[in-house]
């Protein structure tokens, strides 16, 4: 973080006694000064100041450095917003060699050992197209040269076509030498060798031969018709001097001009006008001649390689920059599972309640399994507010108002109101009873019969009186004033939770039924007793430990092994322990083993054994018979809480849950209750 002011530091220096000594004084910073720190590795508390200075003691304290659990060798690489730790092996040796085999300019330029390729532009007259391996360069205005000679038997022209010319070879006839450079052919006059007629033409003698001009001068005495031949034109022969001249004329693209002399030149005025040049600035995709070009494959890995008639472009994984992240929306219902080294890996969708899912190559389907299925349904009457209900769309009737009632309704409710003004409604008593309204508007609550009542209603009055009956021992008497008498006896024989004796006893006395029973024929690491549920229980158990490393004693309600326990226990006097959302309550504290041939005694009371609340229960456990007078027995006190609001309790297990030790023989639980 770049920050323009300074720190001033105070730096004494002193000499005491022969010693050098220097002193220190820390500077003062500014108020506005910012401290950057971070809680365990995290962000910043502070990053922007507003002025001041701004001083890190470490990399993690700086805003735009995020470092998470680094381990050695790794390094820090800016991401575009961060600076963040990453394993050294991102850079690894690279070795990539990228070679330019052609003559153009590289296709392929190599930096820092990343392999970038350069873009194919068309030009004028060129078209550039691809799919997924070729690239495909096609010239749209391809070459159109028409090579024609003139009308005649001498045609230098020998053939034309697709815009190449193919032109006759010149052979040099009698007296005819041919040279050629690299712009023009030079067709000469070889000269006589002799003046004798040794053939069927007329022999010309001349006084004087000039070598120039290969032409005799003078006298000339000519007894026959010389023959000319192609390209010679002898209709100046009787001239004097004669003359003998070739007889070439200009042709389409070609210009014939006598530079000096004698000599002619044969100029070719329209020239092969195709350029093939890269207008690009990558590799030259021409090769040579008649433009011929080389073709760009593509493989699935992007390497690029060039050969003589080939520019493969090719990616073999060993490109270390790769930098695709993956990242959800904010939300809890992230479809990213992890994103690392540049593979994205997505979470499945799973059909829920009402929902299903089916998928092929290009989308999955989400349908809803179980569509709307409301049904609207009036209260049975004359007049009822639903239209129709279909579909599980519902049509209501609208309100209409009535003589006196006018209508309103706003986004939430409507509004019915009364139009007629100056109410007078008049209450009176047409029964002998109080009377139950006053004038204006009449609100009369219903009366319903609670326990014990009764109502009934006549043309002016509404009755309730109780509604008691006689039962078993008890007399009602009186039209007014009602008498309740007992006229039985209570049988000395009681049952259901109640001790009774003699005739009309004053005092009950609550008894607790044996409910079940269990005691072990041989060892088991569980004892279950099972009965019919009461509202009270109390539980006496008698673990017998034997073998092993010995037993952790728990109890489980009604066999759920869910976790829907917690416990609350101190043991000899210690401090609590709590133990939350386990699968058990423990008798004397989570992972305590006792041991062979102890026993544990332990009575549990629970007096909310009712389906829709949560039971709770106190235990209370003495270990410690198998040791003399001279041990202390062991105590604990155990809370239990069981988190179950639909069942009652009817059935308890007592279980081995660790070590390898066992229930022995005559390992005993006994359940009594009483609602």
Partial sequence: MENNKKIEITIIVFLFGGILGWLLIPPLFAADTIFLTTENGGTPTSCAPANGLVLAQNLTDLCDVTIISPSTDQIIKYNGSQWVNVAQTTFSNESTSCNNVGFGDAFICVENTNVNLRSLLAGAAISIANDSNTIVIQNTEPESTDCNGQAGDHNIVALSTSGDCYFKNLAAGDAISLSNNATHIVISNAGLTAVNNTGYGTSCIGTTFNPITSLWTGVLKCEWSAFAGIGINDTLFDQSPPTIATNFQNGTGISITNPSGTIQQFTNTAPESTVCANVGTGSQIYKDGNCNFRSILGSPDISVTQQANTVTIDYNGTLASESTVCSGQAGNYNIVASSSGGNCTFKNLLAGTGMSLSSNGTHITITNSSPESTSCTGQSGNHNIVASSSGGNCTFKNLVAGTGISVSNNSTHITITST???????????????????????????????????????????????????????????????????????????????????????????????????????????????????KNLMVYSEMRITGGTGSETAI??????????????????????????????????????????????????????????????????????ATSAASAPHKYETSCKWDNTSAQINKITFISFTGTGDFNTGSVVTVWGYD
Wanted: net charge negative.
């Fill in 420 to 534: 007629v003004s100056g109410e007078s409604t008049a209450c009176s008593n047409l029964g002998t009873g109080t009377i139950l309204c006053s004038g204006g508007n009449v609100n009369i609550k219903t009366l319903k019969a609670g326990l014990g009542l009764s109502i009934s209603n006549t043309t002016n009055d509404v009755t309730y009186k109780t509604n008691f009956v006689n039962g078993t021992g008890i007399s009602i008497t009186g039209s007014t004033s009602q008498t309740f008498t007992n006229t039985g006896v209570i049988s000395n024989s009681c049952s259901g939770g109640i001790s009774c004796s003699g005739t009309n006893p004053s005092t009950f006395t609550v008894v607790w039924d044996k409910l079940c029973e269990t005691t072990l024929g041989s060892s088991n690491d569980t004892v279950t007793c099972s009965f019919t549920a009461k």
């Fill in 556 to 625: 489980r309600f009604n066999s759920d092994t869910g976790d829907n326990y917690a416990t609350r226990t101190s043991s000899d006097g210690s401090a609590d322990v709590t133990i939350v959302s386990t699968s058990r309550c423990n008798l004397y504290g989570n992972g305590v083993l006792h041991t062979s041939p102890d026993h544990d005694s332990s009575y549990m009371y629970i007096d909310n054994n009712i389906s829709s609340e949560r039971k709770v229960g106190m235990i209370e456990t003495v270990a410690g018979q």
